[in-house]
């Protein structure tokens, strides 16, 4: 069993940024791509980013493109969002997830762990 855990969240004004952490631990970090995904009240869960498992390449929403960056580091266990230009849009819960046998996979059925989330509030 994979656990995940989202920190970083909080309320911030437009235009501003913010970084999201995910810690991994119970299994070989590496052997996971790992994605983001938010969720806004009443919403399906969106996908953001997904980064590969050697930290290579990554893939992002189209509604993020350009203002988002995911990183991984496979030595702290670690997978990182930052998040610039915030807008109102961007607000919810942003869910880490980890996925073995997916390569930028952008549903959440490609993922077989899931984070608690984090809520991101984006204030107009």
């Known amino acids: 069993q994979m656990r995940l855990a989202e920190s970083g969240g909080g309320l911030v004004q437009t235009g501003d940024s913010l970084r999201l952490s995910c810690a991994a631990s119970?299994?070989?970090?590496?052997?996971?791509?790992m994605g983001w995904f938010r969720q806004a009240p009443g919403k399906e869960r969106e996908f953001v980013a997904t980064?590969?498992?050697?930290?290579?390449?990554?893939w992002y929403g189209d509604s993020v493109k350009g203002r988002f960056t995911m990183s991984r580091d496979n030595y702290k266990n670690t997978v990182d969002l930052q998040m610039n230009s915030l807008q109102p849009e961007d607000t919810g819960v942003y869910y880490c997830?980890?996925?073995?046998?997916?390569?930028?996979?952008?549903?959440?059925?490609?993922?077989?762990?899931w984070g608690q989330g984090t809520q991101v509030t984006v204030s107009t």
């Open positions: 119970g299994r070989p970090f590496s052997n996971y791509a």
């Open positions: 980064i590969s498992r050697n930290g290579r390449n990554a």
């Open positions: 997830a980890a996925g073995a046998y997916y390569t930028n996979g952008q549903s959440p059925s490609h993922y077989e762990y």
